[in-house]
């Protein structure tokens, strides 16, 4: 990504594809390089390199010189050791400690633009009650009166409203870098468990989509699962070295192309009490995998284990190493 040929990697299920795709190593996801079909796809991916640096020289960095991650240590001198008690940076294993669960929210949750989508999904969280357990930002919908370029949902969000503006570290109707820069740390330390918004272009197609914003709870060394992405999403994830949750939370998409799981949640909407769809007048808009299913595996996550968030903790810290040791460089070089 950023890098000219080759930058933009698309992903198909049939074996053909994964034939013609690059050379893998044994155990390794296969992807297939594709043409600028998308520009859009080549802009978000000057951000993964825009981060990757910032992640790199970060003065968090959990990197040491004695470290031999994929593509080797990228620093001569460590910013700080994962084991220094001054560093700001966040352990995720602290986030589920049990002296500090009191202090923890289950969710993050990073709206960013009020679109639509967004919008509908957590006024639907804030209905029943998730948000209560989740720190989570967005900027103020017209529905609320707030100046967002992006449509309302021309609906009354009744007391949804009463909830913004809903910053944290950042105003995210004003601050135009939000793409360019990591939240702030504490966020991670006060949460388990990020709920990424992703991108698709096209629902007929299941075509990778990564923006920048995948990166940020892995710099955060945070578990998390992806709302709005193309059913290979994570299968790419897998392809630039990182390893997702799918052992432990469900992911969201099985087997399910995106027509599929739309028409699962049209379904499930139909099947619904009358007084369900009271609350659905207006016209519902659809995010992967489906609010039915997203409200299941949200409420899967609220009562995982100590073992399970342990296992996720783990994970999540090989993420982050793998961001910031040099690992993703290599994948990307």
Same mark, same amino acid.
């Given at each position: 990504?950023?890098?000219?040929?080759?930058?933009?990697?698309?992903?198909?299920?049939?074996?053909?594809?994964?034939?013609?795709?690059?050379?893998?190593?044994?155990?390794?996801?296969?992807?297939?390089?594709?043409?600028?079909?998308?520009?859009?796809?080549?802009?978000?991916?000057?951000?993964?390199?825009? !981060?990757?640096?910032?992640?790199?020289?970060?003065?968090?960095?959990?990197?040491?010189?004695?470290?031999?991650?994929?593509?080797?240590?990228?620093?001569?001198?460590?910013?700080?050791?994962?084991?220094?008690? #001054?560093?700001?940076?966040?352990?995720?294993?602290?986030?589920?400690? #049990? #002296?500090?669960?009191?202090?923890?929210?289950?969710?993050?949750?990073?709206?960013?633009?009020?679109?639509?989508?967004?919008?509908?999904?957590?006024?639907?969280?804030?209905?029943?009650?998730?948000?209560?357990?989740?720190?989570?930002?967005?900027?103020?919908?017209?529905?609320?009166?707030?100046?967002?370029?992006?449509?309302?949902?021309?609906?009354? !969000?009744?007391?949804?409203?009463?909830?913004?503006?809903?910053?944290?570290?950042?105003?995210?109707?004003?601050?135009?870098?939000?793409?360019?820069?990591?939240?702030?740390?504490? &966020?991670?330390?006060?949460?388990?468990?990020?709920?990424?918004?992703?991108?698709? !272009?096209?629902?007929?197609?299941?075509?990778?989509? &990564?923006?920048?914003?995948? &990166?940020?709870?892995?710099?955060?060394?945070?578990?998390?699962?992806?709302?709005?992405?193309?059913?290979?999403?994570?299968?790419?994830?897998?392809?630039?070295?990182?390893?997702?949750?799918?052992?432990?939370?469900?992911?969201?998409?099985?087997?399910?192309?995106?027509?599929?799981?739309?028409?699962?949640?049209?379904?499930?909407?139909?099947?619904?009490?009358?007084?369900?769809?009271?609350?659905?007048?207006?016209?519902?808009?659809?995010?992967?995998?489906?609010?039915?299913?997203?409200?299941?595996? &949200? #409420?899967?996550?609220?009562?995982?284990?100590?073992?399970?968030?342990?296992?996720?903790?783990?994970?999540?810290?090989?993420?982050?190493?793998?961001?910031?040791?040099?690992?993703?460089?290599?994948?990307?070089?």
């Amino acid at each position: 990504p950023g890098r000219g040929e080759g930058a933009i990697m698309e992903n198909r299920a049939d074996s053909a594809g994964a034939e013609e795709g690059t050379v893998a190593q044994e155990g390794e996801e296969r992807l297939t390089p594709a043409p600028y079909s998308h520009p859009a796809q080549a802009f978000w991916n000057n951000y993964w390199w825009m !981060l990757l640096l910032k992640a790199e020289k970060h003065p968090a960095n959990v990197c040491r010189t004695s470290s031999r991650h994929e593509g080797g240590p990228i620093h001569s001198e460590p910013s700080s050791s994962p084991s220094s008690s #001054s560093s700001s940076f966040p352990s995720s294993s602290s986030s589920a400690n #049990s #002296s500090v669960t009191a202090e923890v929210s289950t969710f993050l949750i990073l709206g960013g633009d009020a679109r639509p989508v967004r919008v509908d999904l957590l006024w639907s969280l804030h209905r029943a009650n998730y948000l209560k357990d989740a720190r989570w930002s967005l900027q103020t919908p017209k529905d609320c009166g707030g100046e967002s370029p992006f449509p309302p949902l021309d609906v009354d !969000l009744g007391d949804f409203c009463k909830e913004f503006p809903r910053n944290l570290d950042i105003d995210v109707g004003n601050f135009e870098d939000k793409d360019k820069s990591f939240p702030d740390t504490s &966020l991670y330390r006060t949460t388990r468990l990020s709920v990424v918004f992703e991108s698709v !272009l096209n629902e007929v197609e299941d075509r990778v989509f &990564l923006t920048e914003k995948v &990166l940020k709870p892995i710099f955060g060394g945070h578990p998390f699962i992806l709302l709005g992405a193309g059913r290979y999403a994570y299968k790419a994830l897998r392809a630039f070295g990182f390893e997702t949750f799918g052992r432990v939370i469900d992911e969201g998409f099985g087997d399910m192309n995106l027509e599929d799981l739309k028409q699962q949640e049209e379904e499930e909407n139909d099947r619904s009490s009358p007084s369900h769809k009271h609350h659905h007048q207006h016209q519902q808009q659809f995010i992967s995998p489906g609010k039915s299913r997203i409200f299941r595996m &949200l #409420s899967a996550i609220q009562r995982l284990e100590k073992a399970d968030w342990e296992m996720l903790e783990r994970i999540a810290d090989k993420n982050r190493e793998h961001l910031m040791c040099g690992g993703v460089r290599h994948r990307l070089q």
